[in-house]
């Protein structure tokens, strides 16, 4: 399949940016490009764009792209390690960085790649194609670790009973496919969840997290991009969860707080100054528009940070 992805909340993302023509810019989640290719369209010919991204089939979409455009530069990696690209680069500093956090509309809509469960297909999950799978995760953690990751990286309240009935099937047969898990889920939830949107949803959110490292790659990648930016450097991040977005609110308001001392110190003793300032205090949500061209950008959350 070809890899185009509609890229969610575009223009706003591109504004929040606030692009200089001879900027140095980071797109850490390149995809097919989309954002990528409208950052480029801002850039002089002094200007540089530097695409990332740890998907093997992304990292060739974007390369042919962007292949006769001297202002890019495409390298495969996952976002959390920019610093040490930029670095191999010869650059110290960017004027900004965007993140779009999550699972691709390609990775979704392609069967083999297992991240869907209205595919029957491999139960893969895996966004670098190398390492761990799904199915290494299903067939050889215990109930307890099932549980906790199915509960907190999905915030699954039947997280119990679902990795109880994984626990019990594996011993039946080995659990290889999308179809065969999310029948398990199925099975196990009571029959009014099953009304409530696929049940499967949920577990294969918290097993997609789990097989990437998703949330810690996003702290890593946002520490690297508060030491990256420049000053008045902008970091752009969309998110699509509950958890991402907790993650990257925390940390913003963290950069934005100054003194934390008790307020009965007659003097400031610790020391700590703002590191920037939120550009705008809520995050932006898809328009109506959006949401009637791709259904898909309807749980989508822009925040943006510039460091001072």
Same mark, same amino acid.
């Given at each position: ?5 509609? @890229? ?47 998907? @093997? ?32 680069? #010869? ?39 190398? #390492? %761990? %799978? ?78 990437? #490292? ?45 003194? %934390?001392? @008790? ?46």
């Amino acid at each position: 399949m070809e890899f185009s992805h509609i @890229p969610v909340l575009l223009n706003e993302t591109i504004d929040a940016l606030n692009i200089k023509p001879d900027g140095i810019y980071i797109d850490g989640t390149a995809g097919g490009g989309g954002h990528s290719a409208e950052i480029l369209k801002r850039l002089s010919a002094n200007g540089k764009l530097i695409s990332i991204d740890q998907d @093997p089939s992304a990292i060739a979409a974007v390369t042919e792209r962007f292949k006769d455009d001297n202002r890019s530069v495409v390298v495969q990696s996952n976002f959390s390690r920019m610093a040490q690209v930029a670095r191999q680069l #010869g650059i110290e500093a960017v004027d900004g960085i965007l993140l779009d956090i999550g699972v691709s509309s390609v990775q979704l809509d392609t069967p083999e790649r297992g991240f869907s469960f209205h595919s029957d297909a491999p139960l893969d999950m895996r966004m670098s194609q190398s #390492g %761990t %799978t799904a199915a290494d995760l299903v067939n050889g953690l215990g109930f307890e670790e099932l549980r906790r990751i199915i509960s907190l990286y999905g915030e699954e309240k039947f997280a119990s009973s679902i990795a109880h009935a994984i626990v019990k099937r594996r011993e039946q047969e080995k659990i290889e496919t999308t179809f065969q898990l999310a029948e398990i889920i199925k099975q196990s939830v009571p029959a009014a969840k099953r009304r409530d949107g696929h049940p499967a949803r949920k577990t294969f959110q918290a097993l997609r997290i789990a097989v990437n #490292g998703e949330l810690d790659r996003l702290e890593e990648g946002l520490d690297a991009a508060l030491s990256l930016l420049s000053s008045g450097g902008r970091l752009a991040v969309i998110t699509f969860h509950s958890l991402e977005d907790r993650i990257t609110k925390k940390k913003m308001q963290q950069w934005c707080t100054g003194c %934390t001392c @008790p307020k009965d110190f007659p003097v400031c003793v610790c020391g700590n100054k703002p590191k920037g300032r939120l550009v705008f205090r809520k995050p932006v949500e898809a328009s109506l528009a959006e949401l009637n061209k791709n259904p898909r950008s309807r749980s989508a959350k822009l925040r943006c940070f510039e460091k001072m």
